[in-house]
């Protein structure tokens, strides 16, 4: 009884850290663009089905490689998060904040409208070359998908540190990052890594909608996965990428142990609830989240 | 008596601040009162009287909503729960303990008006994105809330019936009894409104809106004040909820999503941020717009799309013009049709002789 128990929650918790890396990717996404650009993204989870279809739309087309339907699907985001830049935001610096949030829920209806009326509603399967031999952990069982979101998660998390700790870029964003018209001084082209931080999100949110895409099936739906985004840069912080990670380890956990234990009793749906209940949790007592850095306001 | 000034001839605070900045102001006021009152009701048919009533009750939420966003400045993604709580409410009031409209309509805003201000709780420490998201949280929690504990929802699908409002002991059944009902409502929340905003309160939130230090620093409480902004924003979000649901007669979740918390946020930015009549011209676009894209579609739609694709079409459609217009009126016109309206007036005041 107690070793059932034992690995219940086992189970729970590795599907949790699983699911809450792949969370992290996506999270990435809105991180990278609100650290460099200031800009918000509550677009974010509309990028990632707008991927997704691109993805399932190339894939469906006889003969072509899974290989060709991601690098569509990459191509199209980063072209699109260049347009986006130009067209939409570049209009609002300046103006208040929710005018940037606002822009962002617009382009979200918008991208959510699309796919009914171009493709038609129903639900589109994307899938991966991977076999559906389900990857045994003790007691764990992970299915071959996200497996393959868990490697390709760290992949990129590993990369993004990499690249901003060490190239030359990476630095040269995060003094873009830190001070505008400093950066400017120094003879970095702001207006260039602005659409450098754009392109990596559309990357990310690319590769996200596969991955995602592939899990649950192709449709407008996708997009809710965005609304798991929040929770996890809250808790991480808002401009960091470590956040982003521990954030989305959380928030999996949390959500796979709420699902698992009190579905029962309060008849579903807690999966969707309880990464906010923490998150509202968190914002009382740390606004700024774990790893956040704290910005103190002058007049 | 209909003249217009030719420019800017204030010498008081109080001419100023004044409702009625001339003559013609008050002809016009009771011009269009005439028009609601007598004209419209008159002449129009049930259905097009339907659709003035979801105008109406539009009006009051985004009005609410324009206090909390365009004159204090604190961002709210969670106002269709606020309504939710409203409706739940007054339901639960009506059907239980069989209370009349007029105890039930005050109690579900006042109801929201307090979950509102627990909500806005965190404006205390954040504010902007973190504000948006809290919001956001709490629209999800409400509605997990309610949708989940059967005492609130009453069971199944969570929706309740709720009776009739009745007065002076006759059923408010037909539409053009339920529009004066609604009438007297939207037009008591536009005056409270407008004298709201130029009294101190209302002072006080613009203050906030425009630098909330240098407001702390001139001796405003500044938690007192976000605090009172989020809970008048919820009341008038409750009573919004409370009017849709005697509207429909019926109270339920469904009616309160997130979508449409973006709508009445669609609504003040298409409107004007920060404008009583921008509120109100905000309301009657958006609320209009669905039913004329309902009709568009109906009439053209055939051509392009199946019998089967069509139902989808409408609501997909829908999307893409609300999101574009959002975007639109952000970039091109911050102000929204309230600006749009303004400048109409002002190229007429001077009219034919502009130089």
């Known amino acids: ?299 | 008596m209909f003249h217009r000034e030719a420019g800017v001839f204030k010498t008081t605070y109080a001419a100023d601040m004044a409702l009625y900045p001339l003559p013609i102001a008050r002809w016009a006021v009771a011009g269009v009162a005439l028009l609601f009152a007598v004209v419209l009701p008159s002449l129009l048919h049930e259905y097009y009287l339907s659709i003035i009533n979801l105008v109406l009750i539009a009006i009051v939420g985004a009005l609410g909503l324009n206090i909390l966003v365009g004159y204090t400045g604190q961002i709210s993604v969670g106002h269709a729960a606020f309504m939710s709580v409203g409706a739940y409410t007054a339901a639960n009031l009506a059907v239980r303990l069989d209370l009349p409209f007029w105890i039930t309509l005050p109690a579900g805003g006042l109801m929201a008006a307090l979950i509102g201000a627990i909500v806005g709780i965190p404006s205390l420490r954040i504010k902007g994105l973190y504000l948006a998201i809290a919001t956001l949280a709490g629209q999800l929690i409400i509605e997990w809330t309610i949708n989940h504990v059967p005492a609130i929802s009453g069971g199944a699908q969570a929706s309740i019936e709720v009776p009739r409002p009745t007065l002076f002991g006759t059923e408010l059944k037909t539409q053009g009894q339920l529009y004066f009902f609604l009438l007297f409502f939207a037009a008591l929340a536009i005056v409270a409104t407008l004298n709201l905003v130029r009294s101190r309160i209302g002072r006080a939130f613009v203050a906030i809106r425009d630098q909330d230090i240098a407001a702390e620093i001139i001796g405003i409480n500044i938690y007192r004040y976000k605090l009172l902004s989020f809970a008048i924003s919820s009341f008038y979000a409750g009573v919004c909820g409370v009017l849709y649901t005697y509207y429909l007669g019926i109270a339920n979740y469904e009616q309160f999503q997130i979508v449409v918390s973006i709508d009445y946020l669609a609504m003040i930015i298409i409107g004007g941020l920060g404008s009583v009549l921008g509120s109100i011209l905000g309301a009657i676009f958006v609320t209009m717009l669905p039913i004329v894209i309902r009709w568009i579609v109906e009439g053209f739609g055939s051509y392009f799309f199946t019998a089967s694709e069509l139902a989808g079409v409408s609501s997909s459609a829908r999307l893409i013009v609300f999101g574009s217009l959002i975007i639109f009126f952000l970039v091109v016109e911050p102000e929204g049709l309230n600006r749009l309206w303004r400048n109409i007036r002002n190229y007429f005041r001077v009219w034919p002789f502009s130089y």
């Open chain 1, 1 to 299: 009884m107690m070793i059932d128990e034992l690995s219940f929650a086992f189970s729970l918790v590795v599907s949790g850290l699983s699911i809450g890396l792949m969370y992290s990717l996506i999270a990435l996404g809105f991180v990278l663009v609100y650290k460099a650009t200031d800009a918000i993204n509550f677009a974010q989870g509309e990028f990632v089905m707008l991927a997704g279809f691109v993805a399932a739309g190339v894939a469906a087309v006889e003969g072509m490689p899974i290989l060709a339907a991601i690098i569509a699907a990459v191509a199209v985001m980063v072209l699109f998060s260049f347009a986006l830049e130009r067209v939409v935001l570049r209009p609002l610096l300046g103006r208040p904040i929710v005018a940037v949030i606002m822009a962002t829920i617009g382009l979200g209806a918008i991208l959510r409208g699309l796919p009914p009326l171009t493709v038609g509603g129903q639900t589109q399967s994307l899938s991966l070359p991977i076999g559906d031999e389900p990857f045994v952990i003790g007691p764990a069982v992970l299915p071959p998908i996200q497996v393959v979101g868990v490697i390709v998660s760290l992949l990129f998390l590993g990369a993004f540190t990499w690249f901003f700790l060490k190239s030359r870029m990476g630095v040269a964003m995060r003094a873009v990052a830190d001070n505008q018209q400093v950066a400017m001084a120094m003879g970095i082209n702001v207006q260039r890594y602005f659409a450098l931080a754009w392109a990596m999100a559309g990357i990310v949110s690319a590769l996200g909608g596969v991955i995602w895409g592939s899990m649950l099936g192709v449709d407008t739906h996708l997009a809710l996965v965005g609304l798991k985004v929040f929770p996890v840069v809250i808790l991480g912080g808002l401009d960091s990428i470590v956040g982003a990670v521990i954030g989305g380890l959380i928030v999996g956990v949390v959500e796979s142990i709420a699902a698992g234990y009190l579905d029962p009793f309060v008849g579903g749906g807690t999966k969707d609830f309880a990464p906010y209940v923490l998150m509202i949790v968190m914002l009382m007592f740390k606004p700024y989240g774990l790893f956040g850095q704290r910005r103190i306001e002058r007049v």
